[in-house]
Structure formats: C-alpha cells, structure tokens
C-alpha cells in the first residue's frame, strides 16, 4: 500500500499563486516502485480531470487548460510531488488529488481544496 498526503490548498485571489505539495510514504519496495506521480482536480457533478504528471525521470505531461501557468516537479529522494500554481483563475477552483502509479494500481490522496475567489 501507499499512502499519499496533500497540503497547501487554500483561497487565492485570481492572479495569485499557490504551492501544493503531496508525500507519498509506504513500504520501501512499493514507494520505490512508484513511476508517474500527478495531481489530477474535480468540480462538483464533474469527471476528475488531468493537471499535471510527472515520470521517476522527471518527464512531464501538463494538461492544456493549465499549461505555461503550472509547473510540476518531484523530489525522489523525499518521495514528494509539488504543484506550483501560478495566474490562478476562478476555473481552477477545484478538489485537488494527488496520484501514484504503480502498474496496476492507481493510488489517491484524499484530496486538498483549492478555492480561486476575490
């Protein structure tokens, strides 16, 4: 099993910025053999849609709604996965998960609020 851990939502004004942050701690095997890390967001009445992952080698795929405004990043070492999230607008206003892949399990956080709010 994994566990994963997120911090940093909160309420922002539009044009703000806000860091997240998602621990990932479990056995040595299992947090060794996580390959994607991610944070994927949801509305209310909506599917969870892609942010942003991030491969153990550092590739990364950003969704388009997001893209040149936030940037993902992983510390391996501390088995952490970071979202910075810059120029926020009222639509990013959502639930944000944080995600582990280990082949073939999809591992959650239990979530973290984002509110982009004046």
């Known amino acids: 099993q994994v566990q994963l851990v997120e911090s940093g939502g909160g309420l922002v004004q539009p044009g703000g910025s806000l860091r997240l942050s998602c621990a990932a701690s479990?056995?040595?095997?299992?947090?060794?053999?996580?390959?994607?890390m991610g944070w994927y967001r949801q509305l209310p009445g909506k599917e969870r849609e892609l942010v942003a992952t991030?491969?153990?080698?550092?590739?990364?795929n950003v969704g388009d709604s997001v893209k040149g405004r936030f940037t993902i990043s992983r510390d391996n070492a501390n088995n952490t996965v970071y979202l910075q999230m810059n120029s926020l607008k009222f639509e990013d206003t959502a639930v944000y998960y944080c995600?582990?892949?280990?082949?073939?399990?999809?591992?959650w956080g239990k979530g973290t609020l984002v509110t982009v709010s004046s």
């Open positions: 995600n582990a892949y280990i082949f073939p399990v999809n591992y």
């Open positions: 479990g056995s040595f095997l299992m947090i060794n053999s996580i390959d994607v």
């Open positions: 991030i491969t153990r080698g550092g590739a990364t």
